[in-house]
Nanobody, 117 residues
Framework: QVQVVESGGGLVQPGGSLTLSCAASGSIFSFSAMDWYRQAPGKQRELVASIGSSGNKNYADSVKGRFTISRDNAKNTVYLQMNSLKPEDTAVYYC???????????WGQGTQVTVSS
């Protein structure tokens, strides 16, 4: 019913920047929470940033001041602007969207971000 597609990952040098995009489509008109998670090899998936329908934002301590989450409700798209990237930011980044009025969500397939010189 809902398709979630991430894009924008890639290889970047330490200190560089990337912008991830996540587009949600299907039979849903709007979404409440739109989140970015990441999972590094051998580690659990962790919440990186979250944005609510009213624009309220939350960030993991490890990315505060470096990452910015935003959304375009007309396009059902969420973005993650990542600056001052570090090798420890290397992970698969996943988008998770929650339709309005329900308590479950949908995952994207993930996009790889590699920070290396």
């Amino acid at each position: 019913q809902v398709q979630v597609v991430e894009s924008g990952g890639g290889l970047v040098q330490p200190g560089g920047s990337l912008t991830l995009s996540c587009a949600a489509s299907g039979s849903i008109f709007s979404f409440s929470a739109m989140d970015w998670y990441r999972q590094a090899p051998g580690k659990q998936r962790e919440l990186v940033a979250s944005i609510g329908s009213s624009g309220n934002k939350n960030y993991a301590d490890s990315v505060k001041g470096r990452f910015t989450i935003s959304r375009d409700n007309a396009k059902n798209t969420v973005y993650l602007q990542m600056n001052s990237l570090k090798p420890e930011d290397t992970a698969v980044y996943y988008c998770y969207v929650v339709p309005g009025g329900v308590n479950y969500g949908y995952w994207g397939q993930g996009t790889q971000v590699t920070v290396s010189s």
